[in-house]
């Protein structure tokens, strides 16, 4: 299997509390129904829980604006205890040929632990110590 980066994006206050804004050029990884401007997908994180999503772009306006809808996007966001300035990033594995391919999606939720070397270091939360007071 293929696997293509579709986007990696670091979370704003915006992005914790409601939707997460997609970049419109990912679009072109996704198959919306005909007619549809909302789909669902499932996306699969590093410790290979499954996360369903729903995916929605506007009908109007000068470009799509498409963004992860908050009641799919929001139980990732708590289940992962994701704070503004934490990123996340999705990729599309595939495989087969144009007309019978299988794509795959995989989310990542990362933390910024340090700086190494003027390079930022980005650590999977799954992989974080979890800390009792």
């Known amino acids: 299997m ?11 206050p915006t992005h914790i509390s409601h939707a997460l ?13 005909e007619g549809a401007h909302t789909m669902r997908f ?13 995916l929605s772009s506007r009908l109007t306006g000068a470009y799509p604006k ?18 503004p300035e934490d990123r996340v990033a999705f990729f599309m594995e595939r495989s087969g ?8 999606y995989t989310v990542r ?12 270091v980005w650590v999977d939360v799954e992989d974080l110590p979890l800390y009792s007071l």
Do not use: Y
């Open 109 to 120: 939720a990362q933390r910024k632990v340090m700086m190494l070397m003027g390079q930022d």
């Open 66 to 83: 498409p963004v992860l809808l908050r009641f799919s996007w929001r139980r990732f966001v708590e289940q992962k205890g994701l704070v």
């Open 42 to 54: 499932e996306a699969v994180d590093s410790t290979d829980n499954v996360w369903g999503f729903c």
């Open 21 to 33: 804004s997609f970049p419109t050029h990912a679009l072109e990884a996704f198959s919306f129904p």
């Open 97 to 104: 040929e144009a007309d019978g391919m299988i794509r795959r």
């Open 2 to 12: 293929e696997q293509v980066h579709l986007f990696t994006k670091k979370l704003k």
